[in-house]
């Protein structure tokens, strides 16, 4: 069974730019798998970000993008924020309706 | 501003049931794929099921096949989610989301969510 693969935690400076991918146990990410971006903070509800590879959902500014690197989906923030630290989903859409998120990436600020 | 607000989570033994509901409001309910995601104590997000915006299309996630069915009622505005057979591992939030797209088959994933309910299994 496929898998749907993020690195568990990443670090960012305050403005820096930061990189999270989503990939495949097995397999390519491509843009036919419209990989879709959702924010978490603890004890909320997500917040969609990116959907269809790189369009931003309504609201989200324009620090967040997406993108496909290599064989992999990328979330890219740029200029990060205190209140960037949070949980990040990626959810790729696996044919015959099924969409599978990740495992997310836990982003810390310091 | 979309409003999506789900309720009917609560304890519940295993094996028993429970349905939960997801009312909407400030949308064209009836044009847009609906999604149920839950949320385990301490885990990730996990994809439970979508249905079409008639209703005739349902796709689920492995875990829940078989046990759980969505369903909605596009004259109440409302979807739904009938889980039978509870398992320890069903506990968690359930979320409704809307989906971005009004067509069919959906690619793009959740776009606005629900606060959540929680659902706990135990004897």
């Known amino acids: 069974q496929t898998v749907v693969t993020q690195e568990p935690s990443f670090s960012v400076s305050p403005g820096g730019t930061v990189t999270l991918t989503c990939g495949l146990t097995?397999?390519?990410?491509?843009?036919?798998?419209?990989p879709s971006w959702y924010q978490q903070t603890p004890g909320q509800a997500p917040r969609t970000l990116i959907y269809?590879?790189?369009t931003r959902s309504s609201g989200v500014p324009d620090r967040f993008s997406g993108s496909i690197l290599g064989n992999k989906a990328a979330l890219t923030i740029t200029g990060a924020q205190a209140d960037d630290e949070c949980d990040y989903y990626c959810?790729?859409?696996?044919?015959?309706?099924?969409?599978?998120f990740g495992g997310g990436t836990k982003l810390t600020v310091l | 501003q979309v409003q999506l607000v789900e309720s009917g989570g609560g304890v519940v033994q295993p094996e028993r049931s429970l349905r939960l509901s997801c009312a909407a409001s400030?949308?064209?309910?009836?044009?847009?794929?609906m999604h149920w995601v839950r949320q385990a104590p301490g885990k990730g997000l996990e994809w439970v099921a979508v249905i079409s915006s008639d209703g005739d299309n349902k796709y689920y996630a492995d875990s829940v096949k078989g046990r759980f069915t969505i369903s909605r009622d596009n004259s109440k505005n409302m979807l739904s989610l009938q889980m039978n057979s509870l398992r320890a591992e069903d506990t968690a939030v359930y979320y409704c989301?809307?989906?971005?797209?009004?067509?069919?088959?959906?690619?793009?994933?959740?776009?606005?969510w629900g606060q959540g309910t929680t659902v706990t299994v135990s004897s």
């Open positions: 959810v790729l859409y696996m044919g015959s309706g099924v969409s599978v």
């Open positions: 989301a809307k989906d971005h797209s009004s067509g069919w088959p959906t690619y793009y994933g959740m776009d606005v």
């Open positions: 269809s590879t790189n």
């Open positions: 400030r949308f064209t309910f009836s044009t847009y794929a």
């Open positions: 097995s397999g390519s990410v491509s843009t036919r798998y419209y």
